[in-house]
């Protein structure tokens, strides 16, 4: 059985590695939809957030998430892309994780629950609908249930 201590391992190492990961996964979502420069800024202020909620530091998450907020709607891009932008990272951390510790169940199954944590606290506020990654997107919906 899975201990809530394994789960919050995962998640202090997911927090070791996952910046660089978060980042180039950000970099390419939104530079699909502006020039590298203001990608790339906007990438790193998604990251900020992304560490924040890794760390389990609620008020810093939320702030830095309504942050972002008003940081797209200046680029002139709307919620729905940081819904795809935070699928597409969920989707290259859990295949990261299971390429490295899918050999152990134990592992595999703590990083599973840890991701499935991060992503519960992405839900869209007030039952709006988060977006998948596009259909032209090399990246797949995440699979969060146990195998």
């Keep these: 059985m899975l201990s809530t201590s394994d789960a919050d391992e995962a998640l202090a190492g997911l927090l070791e590695w996952s910046g660089p990961v978060v980042f180039d996964c ?7 939809r502006l020039e590298q420069g203001r990608a ?6 998604h990251a900020r957030q992304w560490r924040a909620l890794i760390a389990g530091d609620v008020a810093r998450f939320e702030a830095l ?3 972002l907020a008003a940081a797209l709607a200046a680029f002139e891009l709307d919620a729905a892309c940081t819904f ?4 597409c990272v969920l989707v290259e951390l859990y295949e990261i994780a299971m390429a490295r510790f899918g050999r152990s169940p134990r592992s595999a199954q703590a990083h599973r629950a840890a991701l499935k944590a991060l992503a519960a606290r992405l839900a869209p506020p007030n039952g709006a609908r988060a977006v998948a990654p596009p259909h032209n997107s090399p990246r797949q919906p995440l699979p969060l249930s146990s195998r």
Excluded: M, P, T, V
Aim: charged share 40%; with cysteine.
């Design 26 to 32: 950000l970099c390419e979502c939104y530079g699909s």
């Design 40 to 45: 790339a800024s906007l990438a790193r202020r």
């Design 65 to 67: 998430r309504r942050d």
């Design 84 to 87: 795809e932008a935070d699928a």
